[in-house]
């Protein structure tokens, strides 16, 4: 009979699965929306009372870059309200990445917009007014540049749509300081300390191994020799082209190592570094601030290529600057919209993105001797990921319990469910 439980690491938890910089950053939203209300409000009265078409048309588009912002929070406000709200099965944590997709197709809307209008005016070039339309593409440019400096430092990504795709590999998140060489008569292999958002291992790879050698995992070990006289004995898992310590280093990873190979015995040292978080990578970014910021940085985008074409239509009679100008800028944006648009729907679909997560669970699982039948890791949140395990094993004594406690360790893991099942071999 199966033992079927759903928890999160204890009794009574909750399902709130909100970013770390939620608050932070809807008050960040807040304020640039303060911001381009503000200006628009200028720039509409302003025009109406100059006859100023120019400021009154550049008003009506800060209006929607007001209204592409409100989306965003709105989305914050309304997750951080409902966040206990039980009618949420998983939370509202992915709720900026509604929020977030919906961006995406706001802006893939203006891209088209802006892209009609540029081919219009190549077909049918207009006179443009410079003594007005140069000052308001500069003030459009100081309202967006003001928008991305109250954005800065929140959790929206440099990639401005592009997807990084890491391929963490082998050594994938090893740091630098954590790398130390091991020249053995069968050739060299690198020793890393390898972390990737779950509790760090020792990992042994091969550099310049010479052509058919491989480690025997069952033959090499590791011992650290801490400062206070502490040892630790880990044994080594084979993982396909590398080994990987079955159990976990504990802090701090300052020690000396003595690696037991079949050609003998060799010693490297390792330093305690600094910690430094991903705050970019996939499982973590908060979506509806990176569609907010791409808003920003896109229109600041546009207004700069406004202003080049500009100078340079006025300055050599090149009327045909404007619309190329507007062609770029849309097929900028386009770009952007599509990358935000493949991020946050692959989120909303349950997509499993985090590989190494997913292989670092069905290890932690299975190094132990059992089975995983089934395993399903998705992002429920930024920072936040859920699982579902069904796991077959020939040991009675385990439960769902001992299988929370083994995967409790692991970092942005917050919500599991575990299903244990004898093994055929038990049965």
């Not at 060299?188 to 025997?216: H, M, N, Y």
């Not at 069904?390 to 599991?416: I, M, N, P």
Request: aromatic fraction near 8%; include cysteine; charged fraction near 20%.
């Amino acid at each position: 009979m199966s033992d079927f439980k759903d928890a999160a690491f204890g009794a009574g938890h909750d399902h709130i699965f909100l970013g770390a910089g939620h608050e932070k950053n809807e008050r960040k939203t807040w304020a640039v929306i303060a911001l381009c209300s503000a200006m628009m409000l200028v720039e509409i009265v302003g025009g109406g009372m100059f006859g100023s078409l120019a400021l009154v048309a550049d008003g009506l588009h800060m209006s929607t870059h007001a209204g592409a912002m409100l989306i965003a929070a709105l989305a914050y406000t309304y997750a951080r309200r409902h966040a206990t709200d039980s009618r949420f099965v998983f939370g509202t944590g992915k709720l900026g990445d509604l929020a977030g997709f919906t961006s995406a197709i706001v802006l893939a809307m203006i891209a088209l917009l802006i892209g009609y209008e540029a081919v219009s005016r190549f077909l049918s070039p207009v006179p443009i007014h410079f003594s007005e339309a140069i000052p308001v593409a500069v003030v459009g440019l100081l309202v967006n540049l003001a928008s991305v400096w109250l954005l800065s430092g929140s959790d929206h990504g440099h990639s401005h749509g592009h997807s990084h795709g890491h391929g963490h590999g082998h050594d994938g998140h090893a740091h630098e300081d954590e790398v130390q060489k091991i020249f053995a008569p069968s050739g060299v292999f690198a020793v890393s300390i390898f972390e990737d958002g779950v509790p760090p291992v020792f990992r042994i790879t091969p550099a310049t191994a010479e052509k058919g050698s491989r480690l025997d995992a069952s033959a090499v070990s590791i011992t650290t020799m801490r400062p206070d006289g502490t040892q630790q004995l880990f044994a080594l898992a084979d993982r396909g082209g590398y080994l990987e310590s079955k159990e976990d280093i504990p802090e701090p990873h300052a020690f000396k190592a003595i690696v037991r190979m079949p050609d003998g015995k060799h010693e490297v040292e390792f330093e305690e570094h600094e910690h430094h978080d991903d705050a970019h990578d996939a499982t973590t970014r908060d979506h509806n601030i990176r569609s907010a910021y791409v808003h920003v940085i896109a229109d600041a985008a546009v207004s700069v290529l406004a202003i080049i074409g500009l100078v340079m239509a006025r300055a050599f009679g090149w009327l045909w600057m404007d619309p190329l100008a507007g062609v770029i800028g849309a097929l900028v944006i386009a770009n952007w919209s599509y990358g935000l648009m493949r991020d946050t729907g692959a989120i909303l679909l349950d997509m499993s993105s985090d590989r190494p997560m997913i292989e670092n669970v069905r290890h932690a699982i299975e190094d132990r001797g059992d089975t995983v039948v089934d395993l399903h890791v998705w992002r429920v949140g930024p920072g936040h990921m859920s699982a579902v395990v069904s796991v077959a094993t020939s040991e009675s004594q385990r439960d769902s319990r001992f299988y929370h406690a083994v995967l409790g360790r692991f970092k942005g893991l917050s919500h599991v469910t575990v299903e244990v099942q004898p093994s055929q071999a038990a049965a």
